[in-house]
């Protein structure tokens, strides 16, 4: 009786909100699921984009996963951990954000019914990890490597892994061009790791196909000042010259102070700052460059000094163009003038200014490093260019990682189903409770082939019966659903391929997410105190209020 008369124990501040326990677990799976159903149906070649327009007044339309999720300003904190895992996916190989999210939610969808029956959600972790570990281990072993292949056959499979990412994007109509387009932008980079090192400009007008790649570097024309139409457009095996500095008259940026004794005097300031930048521009001249790129402004002089001596310049050059230009032509940035000697100039084979729709470009080409590349993108409306821009974005990563790890597999959903029948196997050798959860863990794999199926328009029921019964008889590993006659396929023989990173990057993330969630039991909302931001605001607005009547009332009183 004693301890019933005990007070209470306060322990979180008066407004904080807490929910705990098993209910708490199933709400964070339930928002997860709302979040996957928003990118279910953006999978795969046959998935609708989105259209999110933003409170500023953005329209973006997209059925990129990463690009969907980071626009929508989700706010619950356990479903935010799928954003997190998208960008991951995003920024580790590229494709495959809309699958990692789409994995982590059916994980969690397979552990709901257990964890309302009241299974410990680390029973479910621990089967979960070793299901994900084992899956990825499948995958390795399934992979086929594509190392140690001629150029020509390296290409080609690489242009089936960039046609792959592409056919469920927007420009999936025009993949075998633009494949071929990602594959040699690739390439030309070499072993450098820089994503920056290949371009993407975009000039609005002409058709997907008027798209085109420059082995060089390509950058709108810059700001132009008085005589830049008299300098020549077009130069064959020129010397780059590449600044940091202003070729301009300027005044002083401090307060600078000069005394004169006499007038005459004045004139003879005026000549030397004359003379600074005229001994600057010689200089440029004495080096032999024919073409001189500044990160800063090229005044009205110096323009008009460059093309009286048939030379070619543009100032305010992006840092990140400069950059690429100085990557493939060789050449280095200079901070002065002084002393530039050969081994600091840049050269390519070509240098032209052409015109490209409404805008002109400054087109570096046959440089001689090599190690840049440009995709000039051509389009009709902005959103569609952008949309296309992304999509690229997904190939050239595909590719690159295609290139670094060099194994393959089957896309389709046809590793998935095989996973899935691996893990199935498996379970039935294991003792107890855990059989139950690997079980799971495998059913919810069959997602993706389920939604490729339902994307298309497709019967998901027979297709994947057909696809159990194919992997069952343990001939069909590489079979998957067939996107153009709706029934299934050899998914390998029809070059539907993915990097094996990307799959098993997206099953351990997903795998990792899904543990992290189901492993969460209480969430503590800590907003601040209504009454303390009143206080505050009332304090504020008396600090103002009584500032203005002493004022008034001072000026008002009447002297004595």
């Known amino acids: 009786m004693a301890s019933m008369m005990q007070p209470q124990i306060i322990l979180l501040k008066e407004g904080t909100d807490t929910s705990q326990g098993r209910a708490q677990v199933v709400s ?8 996957a159903d928003t990118v279910r149906t953006t999978l795969g070649p046959r998935g609708m984009d989105k259209l999110i ?43 495959g954000t809309t699958t990692v999210v789409l994995l982590a939610a059916e994980f969690l969808k397979e552990a709901k019914p257990y964890v ?58 025009e993949k075998e061009f633009f494949a071929s387009m990602v594959v040699d932008a ?26 085109f790649l420059v082995n060089g570097v390509a950058f709108k024309k810059t700001f132009s000042y008085a005589g830049f139409e008299q300098q020549p457009k077009k130069f064959l095996n020129p010397k780059i010259l590449l600044l940091n500095i202003e070729l301009e008259l300027k005044s002083e940026k401090e307060n600078a102070e000069i005394r004169l004794s006499d007038p005459l ?4 300031i005026v000549d030397a700052e004359w003379n600074i930048i005229y001994d600057k521009l010689d200089k440029c001249v004495k080096s032999g460059a024919k073409i001189v790129l500044s990160r800063l402004a090229i005044g009205d002089l110096a323009t008009q000094y460059f093309a009286d001596r048939d030379i070619f310049c543009a100032g305010r050059v992006t840092e990140e163009d ?48 090599g190690q840049t590349a440009t995709i000039v993108l ?36 046809a590793i998935d189903m095989e996973i899935s029948k691996y893990l199935r196997q498996h379970a039935r050798t294991i003792a107890g409770k855990s059989q139950f959860f690997v079980n799971s863990f495998a059913k919810a794999l069959e997602v993706i082939p389920r939604q490729l199926c339902d994307n298309a328009g497709f019967d998901a029921t027979d297709v994947l019966n057909k696809l159990r019964q194919k992997h069952a008889s343990g001939e069909g590993a590489n079979y998957g659903v067939d996107i153009n006659t709706g029934g299934i396929a050899d998914s ?38 209504e009454s303390a931001q009143g206080e505050a605001a009332a304090g504020a607005m008396a600090g103002r209020g009584g500032g203005a009547m002493r004022g008034r009332g001072g000026r008002g009183m009447r002297r004595r």
């Open 28 to 35: 964070n799976i339930n928002a997860c699921t709302a979040v």
């Open 53 to 95: 327009h933003d409170d500023k007044g953005g329209v973006t339309i997209s059925n990129d996963g990463a690009t969907i999720m980071r626009l929508l300003d989700i706010v619950h904190p356990a479903a935010k951990i799928l954003v997190d895992i998208a960008r991951s996916q995003d920024s580790e190989v590229g494709d």
């Open 116 to 173: 309302e029956d009241g299974v410990h959600p680390h029973s479910l972790i621990r089967s979960y990890r070793t299901a994900g570990n084992m899956a990825m281990q499948r995958v390795k072993e399934l992979a086929v490597s594509i190392e140690g292949k001629s150029l020509e056959e390296k290409k080609s499979l690489l242009a089936k892994c960039a046609a792959t990412t592409l056919s469920s994007k927007l420009i999936g109509g």
């Open 186 to 211: 690739v390439l030309a980079i070499g072993n450098d790791d820089r994503l920056n090192l290949i371009g993407i400009k975009k000039v609005p007008g002409g058709t997907m196909r008027d798209s």
């Open 265 to 268: 005097q004045y004139q003879s």
């Open 322 to 369: 400069l950059q690429r230009v100085a990557a493939a032509t060789g050449g280095m940035v200079q901070t002065s003038v002084n002393n530039v000697i050969d081994e600091v100039l840049g050269s390519c084979e070509v240098f032209e200014e052409k015109q490209v729709g409404n805008e002109r470009f400054n087109i570096f080409s046959g440089c001689p490093s």
């Open 378 to 413: 051509r389009g009709g409306a902005d959103q569609f260019i952008e949309e296309a821009e992304r999509s690229l974005h997904d190939a050239i990563m595909i590719v690159r990682r295609a290139l670094k790890n060099s194994t393959v597999v089957p896309g389709g959903g």
């Open 492 to 529: 390998f023989a029809n070059f539907v391929w993915e990097p094996a990173v990307v799959k098993i990057n997206a099953i351990n993330a997903a795998t990792e997410a899904s543990c992290l969630i189901l492993s969460v039991d209480e969430t503590v909302k800590n907003p601040k105190s």
